[in-house]
């Protein structure tokens, strides 16, 4: 089954405690992004991957890292987590290609104390 | 900076009714206009549109772009209870697609 896969879903954690988010598709996308969903603020883009070893940054990448160094898997990294990061993430895919279409896992819902 | 704003933020109707929603956007280089339907969970693909005036439809959803006056609207008719959810507008605004988010419309469909 074609897919996007987040690990952990669900994760409370303390101010500057060091974690990983991992994300993985098996669809063999090129294209990779993570997003924050908050309250009245939508989804926002924190940081994407255009391939492998090519990352940039979105608009909110303050406090977070990622990294690309295979094709299926974009770790999102909070080195020192605060606690205005508590939000739900998402990570996404989508073929290189004429469809915009994003794939979608299924969310961590991180809270930060 | 690209902006994507939703209208209404939220409303409820009774079941069978009919709903619009509207997503207007002010983009630098504009590709296409996405509509996502998000229930408690990860958001899924409803519609994409590239071209004005050429309806998208899928059962009792349907959407169409106006890249004139810069908007789209999403239509549901004969609503159910199943249709209740937020529906996400994104415009793809460069080469690689990135989506920038409306934040969205919260539909609660009533028995």
């Known amino acids: 089954e074609a897919q996007v896969t987040q690990n952990p879903r669900y994760l409370i954690t303390v101010t500057g405690k060091k974690l990983t988010v991992t994300c993985s598709q098996n669809m063999n996308h090129e294209y990779m992004s993570w997003y924050r969903q908050d309250p009245g603020l939508g989804l926002r883009q924190i940081y994407y991957?255009?391939?492998?070893?090519?990352?940039d940054k979105g608009d909110v990448p303050e406090g977070y890292k990622v990294s690309r160094k295979e094709k299926r898997n974009f770790p999102l990294i909070l080195e020192s987590p605060s606690p205005n990061q508590t939000s739900l993430y998402f990570c996404?895919?989508?073929?290189?290609?004429?469809?915009?279409?994003?794939?979608f896992g299924p969310g961590t819902r991180l809270t930060v104390t | 900076e690209d902006k994507v704003v939703q209208s209404p933020l939220s409303l409820v109707v009774h079941e069978g009714d009919t709903v619009t929603l509207n997503c207007s956007y002010e983009v630098t280089n504009f590709r296409s206009l996405l509509w996502y339907k998000q229930e408690k969970k990860a958001p899924t693909f409803l519609f994409m549109l590239t071209s004005s005036g050429i309806e998208k439809k899928s059962g009792r959803l349907s959407s169409i772009l106006d890249k004139k006056e810069l908007f789209s609207i999403l239509n549901i008719t004969a609503t159910q209870t199943g249709d209740s959810a937020v529906y996400l507008c994104?415009?793809?605004?460069?080469?690689?697609?990135?989506?920038?988010f409306g934040a969205g419309t919260q539909v609660v469909v009533t028995p």
């Open positions: 996404a895919s989508r073929a290189e290609g004429v469809s915009y279409e994003q794939y």
């Open positions: 994104a415009v793809a605004a460069d080469s690689w697609g990135k989506l920038q």
């Open positions: 991957s255009m391939n492998v070893e090519v990352t």
